[in-house]
Structures are given as structure tokens and as C-alpha cells.
């Protein structure tokens, strides 16, 4: 049989190239070409106008905020996640099954509806709005709605990543610490902090890209106030819709550069967490 | 010897399952003692109550006199060696076996001294760099057990210490492990499933099933004289016969109620003869018929079936072979009756009395 087997031989290789051409075409089209877009329009009118874009004060005032936004999710994220992932682990209790799908609730929930939910209860409409209003508190249409929305929206990010994780890992290195008299903070910083690390990074990282893009939640709560309440996402669609494209693209940029930052430091992590197991 | 290890009507359910239940026992200064039972017989909950890893819904633990109920594992001045050994993956072998003294904030130096003693102890010296993925199962089981013992704990407590190593290292292991246990002279209590290990291994064993303790001895007294049925099963190679006054020298009751005629045999406890001349007592011996022979490396296993029931025993290579169909005679020397739920020993009445009109 041994014609057939050659047969079979180049027919799997046929596919081979079959699927890695159509893969090939696919990411061309789909993810190199706008890429190139972006680049290509927003230097189209040269470098001058390029930094113009991007040192405009509506941009940086954007630059700073989604900045904000990134890291209040991130740091609130990571403190919630190790929390969560702690107690979904280590304990069992009635409803824990319920909380853990809860954790994934924005990832259902379309970010718009979450937009307007944190309209609904800090907003006019709201019984909150009295209380708010002579504290002086505004939340909606304001920086702090943003930071919410964005937290909202990244919120199962750290928890997910890590769940799994300590699941696999059990609690034996913890209880071996127990035993030897460690406490809880010194078993969390030497034992399960260090066994978690990767995963924890990880986690950080995908929340920090998704934080950084959000655009629906963010885009309800903002009241698009330039130079208040827009963040990078928001200040390129404002950018488009008055026509100023080459700036709309040269924004755009920045966050596609933070994106490529964001995969780099991604890959470094996976090969890092790879090489230490 | 002092008492160090108490622990008094101890009882502990997790949820419906019931891990303890009235466990008494206690352990003397100084003894290596192996928990040993079926696996879900709560031998590791016992262990893990002691290390305070567990709480008992009920009960006194007591360790060195004193109540450590309500005392956090650290506090208890034990050591523990989990069964996969809990190495701390991302830490070498000297910064695991130094992790328990520098909680005790002990100086660099003297931290240093200790921890290469106990690298020297275990022989693993030149591997102090070393992450446990980078270590063998017996390596690593070495390791464990130098970092439960360096914060010089007074009881070391070994779950499975051997459970997850290959069978040739674990033996040398468990001599190891005896050897440096007796040469530290700290109070030991390991759990173990298997009997072999127990019976080489430890001081004294007790026995667990299904939460309750069943008997508590040095491993020939468990052997010899079983207390329950559990026990007589348990250990040792057992066949269980329904009624044993049906053989010969066990016919006489004894006042005996007749209900009570089930019985363990140990194929040590039979003498399976070719022919009269090779027993000493053959009027004692009931006639068989070998059903089968095994061939088992050191020995021969021969199945004898007498009066129906098949009965196990071993022949030596040098006694003639027996094939399957010859008529052979069968001493029973002894046999274990339950009575209730105690065990008794009975002896083969005519052996006895042929023996004493000898003497």
C-alpha cells in the first residue's frame, strides 16, 4: 500500500497549504489591511499634523483619562479578583456556585445595558440623586461614571484567570505553611502569590486591554464633553464624525501602538509562566 | 513511657459522612505509630486533626498534656509531610527546608547550620539549588520531610509517606525513614493503606474503619490476636469459612453457641501434606483435594478443597510438587471465630491433646 499512503501524504499536504493560505488571506484582510489603514491615513497629511493629532489638548485630556480608567479597573479588578478567586477556592458556602457565575455577568451583558444601568441608579432619574446632589457628587456624565463603567465592563478578567489556576493548585503548599505557623497575609505573599504570579499578570494584562478599548459602557455615561469626559475610544469617534479624519487615525494610533505594547508584554508572559512549569 | 499524643471521644462528620467516630487512643513518648485502614476509614482525618488542619466536631486532643483543641497548627510544635509533599514549587530545596525557621526569625547563620544539617540528614547534599520539579518521588519525599522537621517539632505527622513513590525506593525509603526517625527519637504517627509498610514501618499500629478505631497493638499483637473480624480480615492473607466446626479437631463446641461458626483461616494456619509420613499429627488432619497450584517466586500456593470449602496454603520448592486432583492431608492448625463482634482464637483440639500425651 504504499502508493496510497503517498497519496494521503500530499493530499493532507494540499490542505495544509489549503488552510494556511485561507488563514493567511483571512488575517490580511481582517486585521494587516486596517491596520495598514490606520497607519497609512494617519500620517497621510505627513508628520507635522500627525503630532498635532496627538499633542492636542482634547487628546490628552482623552490620553489621561482613559489612563485613569485603566488603572482604577485594574487595581480595583486585581484587589476583587484574588479576593474572589480566594474565597471561591478555599471555602465552600451556599450560593458560591451562583457567585461564580455572577463574576461573569459582564461578560453576557452587553456594555451598553451596563452604561445605562449606572445611569439608572446615579443618574437624574434616580433615588440616589437627591442624596448625591447635596453631597455634591456627580458620577454620571463625570470621570468617576467612566472609572464605574470601565471597572464594570473588565470586572471577571483577574478572577478567571486565576480561578482555574488555583484550583489546579490546590491548597497542600498553604496547608504546609499553616503548619509551620505562618499566618494568612505572610502564606498569601510567600506561597500564593509567587505560585499565581503568571496567571495574575495575565489577567492584568487582557483587563488593561479591554479597559483601555471599552467604547459602549463608557459612551453612555460620558455625555461626551470634550476635554471632560472622553476617553481615547470616544475622542477618536468624535474626532470621525466632524470629518477630521487623519486626527481621528492618528489617535487611533496610539491605542493600536498600546495594543501591540499590550500583545508583546502578553506573548513575554505566556513564555515566561511556560518556562517556569 | 509518658503519654504524648491523647486524643479523647473525638468525633467528626463532614456533612453526612462520618470521618470520626469516638476515637480514643493514645501514643507514647518517643513511638513511631502507623494509622492503618481502608482508604475512607478516616485515618487521614485523625491526622489532620492532630496537625490542627481539621477541627473535631467533638472531643480533646491533647498533645504533651495539653489541650490544643483550639491551638493554630503552628502552635502545636508538629510537623507535617503531606502525602504529594506541598513542596513550595517556586521555591529550591534549601529556601523550602528554611521556610519553617525563618518564621521563627532565627539568625542567618544559625538558619544556614540547620538547614545543612538536615540536607546532610537526608543525603541530598549539592542539591540545595534545585526546584522540586527538578527532584525525584523520593527526592522530593526527603525534602518534605526535612522541612516538617526543621522548626523541631515534637510530633511529626506523615500522610502517606509513600503512597506516591515507586515501589523498589519506597522500600529503601521506609528503612530510611525508620532508621532516622528511631536516630531523632520524635514521636511519629504516619498514615498508611498499606500493611506491609505498617507492619515494617511502625511501633505500634492502629487500625481504622469506617471512623471508629478497631484495634490498637504492636503489629504482631494485631497478627496474632485480632480483636475484631475487621481486623482478622484486615490483615494478613485471610479466607473467610462459614463454619469451621465442620473440620476435624474443631468439632467440640465448647459450649459454644452454634451460631457462631464463622471463621478466618490464614494460609500460614494450614499445612497442606502429601502424604502421612509428612505431618506430625496426621490423626488431626482432614483429607483434600488440590484444586490448583500457583508458582510464587519464594513459594507455592496450593488450593485444597475440604469438606467444599477451598482452602489456601503454601508449600515450600523443596517439598515433593502436588498436582491438581491428588488426595493430600490438610492440618488445620488454627482458626479465627468471630463471636459477635469480638474475635476469638481456637486450636485444633486433637493436634493439642496428641501433642501433650507426647510431652
Known sequence: MPMAYEVMLVKERTLKYILIGISMAFLTLMLILPLVVIASEALSKGWSTYLAAITDPFARKAMWLTLEATLAAVICNTVFGLAAAWLLTRFSFPGKNMLSSLIDLPFAISPVIAGLVFIMMFGRISYLHNFLMTHHLTIVFAAPGIILATIFVTFPFVAREIIPMMNAQGKDEEEAATTMGAGGFTIFRRITLPKIKWGLMYGVILCTARAMGEFGAVSVVSGHIRGKTTTLPLHIEILYNEYNFTAAFAVASILVLLAIIILVLRNFIEWRSKKEA | ?359
Request: overall charge neutral.
Open chain 2, 1 to 359: 513511657m509518658d503519654t504524648y499524643v491523647e486524643l479523647a471521644h473525638i468525633y467528626k462528620k463532614f456533612g453526612d459522612f462520618e470521618a470520626s467516630h469516638d476515637v480514643n487512643f493514645v501514643v507514647e513518648q518517643g513511638k513511631l505509630v502507623g494509622l492503618l485502614g481502608p482508604s475512607g476509614s478516616g485515618k487521614t482525618t485523625i491526622l489532620r486533626m492532630l496537625a490542627g488542619l481539621d477541627t473535631p466536631d467533638s472531643g480533646d486532643i491533647l498533645i504533651n498534656g495539653q489541650r490544643v483543641n483550639d491551638k493554630a497548627p503552628g502552635e502545636r510544635g508538629i510537623g507535617f509531610v503531606f502525602q504529594n509533599y506541598a513542596l513550595f514549587r517556586h521555591m529550591t530545596v534549601f529556601d523550602n527546608i528554611a521556610f519553617g525557621l525563618t518564621l521563627q526569625k532565627l539568625k542567618k547563620q544559625a538558619l544556614r547550620e540547620r538547614v545543612e544539617s538536615l540536607i546532610e540528614l537526608i543525603g541530598l547534599k549539592g542539591f540545595e539549588k534545585r526546584y522540586p520539579a527538578q527532584l525525584s518521588g523520593g527526592q522530593r519525599q526527603r525534602v518534605a520531610f526535612a522541612r516538617a522537621l526543621a522548626p523541631n517539632p515534637q510530633l511529626l505527622l506523615l500522610d502517606e509517606p509513600f503512597a506516591a513513590i515507586d515501589a523498589k525506593v519506597r522500600k529503601e525509603l521506609r528503612q530510611w525513614l525508620r532508621q532516622t526517625i528511631g536516630k531523632l527519637g520524635i514521636t511519629s504517627i504516619f498514615v498508611t493503606h498499606d500493611q506491609e509498610e505498617a507492619v515494617e514501618v511502625a511501633d505500634e499500629i492502629i487500625i481504622t474503619n469506617k471512623g471508629r478505631i478497631e484495634q490498637k497493638g504492636t503489629p504482631i499483637q494485631i497478627y496474632k490476636e485480632p480483636r475484631t473480624p475487621f481486623v482478622a480480615q484486615f490483615i494478613g492473607e485471610s479466607n473467610r469459612i462459614e463454619d469451621y466446626t465442620v473440620f476435624k479437631g474443631f468439632d467440640r463446641l465448647n459450649g459454644r453457641m452454634k451460631e457462631a461458626t464463622a471463621g478466618i483461616l490464614r494460609p500460614e494456619f494450614i499445612e497442606i501434606a502429601k502424604d502421612a509420613d509428612e505431618i506430625l499429627t496426621p490423626l488431626a488432619a482432614e483429607k483434600g483435594v488440590v484444586q490448583t497450584t500457583f508458582f510464587r517466586g519464594n513459594v507455592i500456593q496450593v488450593n485444597v478443597e475440604v469438606k467444599g470449602e477451598l482452602l489456601n496454603g503454601y508449600r515450600t520448592l523443596e517439598q515433593p510438587p502436588l498436582y491438581a486432583g491428588d488426595e493430600v492431608f490438610v492440618l488445620i492448625h488454627r482458626v479465627y471465630c468471630f463471636d459477635g463482634t469480638k474475635t476469638t482464637v481456637v486450636e485444633n483440639r486433637i493436634k493439642s491433646e496428641i501433642n501433650s500425651v507426647f510431652i
